[in-house]
């Protein structure tokens, strides 16, 4: 199966490009990706361990499509987050997905990280759980967490960021 790092890669690649739809299938594993759905549907089946996967060159047509998503009234944040955010020199660490976000492995549990911690790029920062897989994200820079931006148990969107970081 994939690790979550290379999930993140075909998700970027996916949505730089006109693909609207994308599956991947190895091992028993299965990853389909759909744009503008606002849904990542992933399938597991128990498979080996695999060394490392190749993925298949995909053929691309291009295609052209105007979408417009239906206003959604957003909830009002705090100001403070939006001053830190407005800093170029902060590294965003976003969902890699479509799931709820979780500070803590349990709800006993402390935090992976609050503001002030250290981080190192394969630190677990949050948990994201999509249709009841939950996902661990890591940090994949070094530094210190500047802010959360979101609260344990807040529905996130792809590319939502979730952490600021200032870079070592």
């Not at 594993?29 to 992933?42: D, N, P, R, S, V």
């Not at 060394?51 to 944040?77: D, K, M, R």
């Amino acid at each position: 199966m994939l690790k979550i790092q290379e999930i993140r890669e075909i998700i970027k690649l996916i949505d730089q490009s006109s693909i609207q739809k994308f599956t991947f299938e190895s091992d028993g594993g299965k990853i389909k990706l759909e744009k503008g759905t606002g849904q990542a549907l992933t399938t597991v089946a128990e498979a080996p361990a695999v060394q490392a996967v190749q993925p298949a060159p995909v053929a691309v047509a291009p295609v052209v499509q105007q979408v417009t998503p239906a206003p959604v009234e957003a909830p009002q944040q705090p100001a403070a987050p939006a001053e830190v955010a407005e800093d170029a020199s902060l590294h965003k660490i976003t969902s890699p997905m479509v799931g709820t976000y979780y500070q803590a492995s349990s709800p006993d549990a402390p935090a992976y990280v609050k503001k002030g911690d250290k981080v190192t790029p394969e630190s677990i920062v949050c948990i994201v759980e999509a249709m009841k897989l939950f996902n661990e994200i890591e940090a994949e820079v070094s530094g210190e967490i500047v802010e959360v931006l979101v609260q344990d148990g807040q529905l996130v969107e792809y590319g939502q960021p979730l952490f600021l970081v200032k870079e070592n």
